[in-house]
């Protein structure tokens, strides 16, 4: 079975720094793909950052500069640095994984959910 649990998230004041973890368990993370989603009130689920089987990443042009998707393959581990935050940062974040050495566009396509860490920042 696999599960991926996240973090605890937390409250910062803009221009502050968090960072994110996903520990992954029934599931090697450089086996697929793995991303970072996030979802504020009233809006749609926005993937943020993404990194494949190949550790090639890619990043929201609203996080690009900002945010740092990286993975540690002995902890079997996700992270997500986020710097510079932004008040419209805030949201609750969710790791997910599909297999596939590569990630696909489709946010249905993802299989397997984190339980979703809230992320808060003010201005």
């Known amino acids: 079975q696999v599960q991926l649990v996240e973090s605890e998230g937390g409250s910062v004041q803009a221009g502050g720094s968090l960072r994110l973890s996903c520990a992954a368990s029934?599931?090697?993370?450089?086996?697929?793909?793995m991303a970072w989603f996030r979802q504020a009130p009233g809006k749609e689920r926005e993937r943020v950052a993404q990194?494949?089987?190949?550790?090639?990443?890619t990043y929201a042009s609203t996080v690009k500069g900002r945010f740092t998707i990286t993975r540690d393959n002995a902890k079997n581990t996700l992270y997500l640095q986020m710097n510079s935050l932004k008040p419209e940062d805030a949201a609750m974040y969710y790791c997910?994984?599909?297999?596939?050495?590569?990630?696909?566009?489709?946010?249905?396509?993802?299989?397997?959910w984190g339980q979703g860490t809230q992320v808060t920042v003010s201005a």
């Open positions: 029934g599931y090697t993370i450089s086996s697929g793909c």
């Open positions: 997910a994984a599909h297999y596939a050495n590569y990630c696909y566009t489709s946010i249905q396509d993802f299989s397997f």
């Open positions: 990194i494949n089987s190949y550790g090639s990443t």
